[in-house]
């Protein structure tokens, strides 16, 4: 058996203690990401106010990347603009894919390095991201499965 | 009756004729490989076009979405690839296919079209007597070429799929995959009746081929209605040449009536058919025995499965069709 890599302790920590796993009453924003081939579903509330990203919570049953996916962007994300977040989500979605290896800046989501080995399961880490992209433009679903391909 | 769809390799077969018949490319998936625990094993193969899987299973649905995403790779760049699910370390729970099954898989996609050489071989298989060889290449630059024998027949292919006159494709003999693909077993059914109905659905679904010798026209009503792959209108006797030319896999005597059930023990003892199954009580097979005479008997003891089927307990035709499956499952899975 091969030795357990230290990505794989960053996502299960981030998937046993999610951070900021809950509800916000005040949201301005809301949006519900659902890839349902394999099950994920993620609700995702967003207070955005004067072009900043004041908090996010987000609460769902998915799998362990999507969570621990949830998870780190919540925390990255705070006191961001919007294009700042899709500038990090598109670089996230470049990172997984092998297209930039530049780790700098991304935190606990160089764990999911792993997934250029498994291109099926990158739909599960970029689940939260398109789910908070829809959100702050007003789409009530996100998702990041092709169903007419099979996810 | 609604027939149930065809499984097993014949399920396959009849997918890849009506992939063929689209006249579109499609990518063929043999596990050539496997260790620890796994939902498949070597030999196994599925049909995938570019929207996805379109027959076959290779696990529990937890591997067929990276399985999806390399076809439509091998059919873009019509290359063959290797995919190695390896599930043994934790990070496969986590990042990979979250079986947790601790086993391994290794599969080969092959881009196939038209008239590809290697699925032509593979629909010889459905009413084939004998195993098909075949040797693939799994690396290097002619990944996926190979051939493929069955009896008199042989067929060679280039990696993109493609006939190959050459016979020795292969650059290096170490990395070619050797599998043996067993033809679908042939179960011959000798009588029909209330069960006949239940048993032929079960046939169909796990992917065996049925041959039902029944010549009484009430009994014929139940084989007919259940749709038997052939039937052999005739008495035991005048059937018997038909068959016996024939690799039968396994033989039910079910016709009951003790005089047709003795005559056709007697026809399958001269076999050297390996399963030969006895419908009726434990009191009824030694009647027949004893009726046969010592010499017969001896000749059948050890394949003679009377009662047939496992003992499941229950009544009625569909549960007798159940413990008939379920006995010759076991058979064909070697665990008899």
Redesign the interface.
Known sequence: MEPKSPYHDIVLRHQRDPHNFGTLPEHTHASEGINALCGDRLHLEVDYRDENLIALRFSGESCAITIASASIMSDMVVGQTKPAIDAMASRFARFIEGDDDDEKSLGDLRAFVELRRHAARRKCALLPWATLRAALTGAVVATTENPSLGG | MTLAQRGGLLGLLDALQAVRACGEAWALGIIFATSGSTYQKPGVMVLLD????RHGVISGGCL???L??CA?RVLENGRAETIDFDM????DI???S?TGCRGRIRLLLLPQQGDAPLSAALLKLADADDAMRIAIDIAGETIGSGTAALSDSSWAWKCDGQPFSNAEPFENAFDVARLSIEPPPRVLLLGAGAESVPLQQFTRQLGWKSIVVEHRGRWLDFAQRACADEIVEQAPESAAPAWRIRRIDAAIAMSHNYGIDLKNLALCADTDIGYIGLLGPAARRDALLADLGDATAARLRDRLHAPVGLALGGSGPDAIALSIAAGLQRHFAGRA
């Open positions: 570019r929207a996805g899987v067929e979405p990276e999806e995403e439509r043994r370390a934790d990070e986590t990042f990979g979250g």
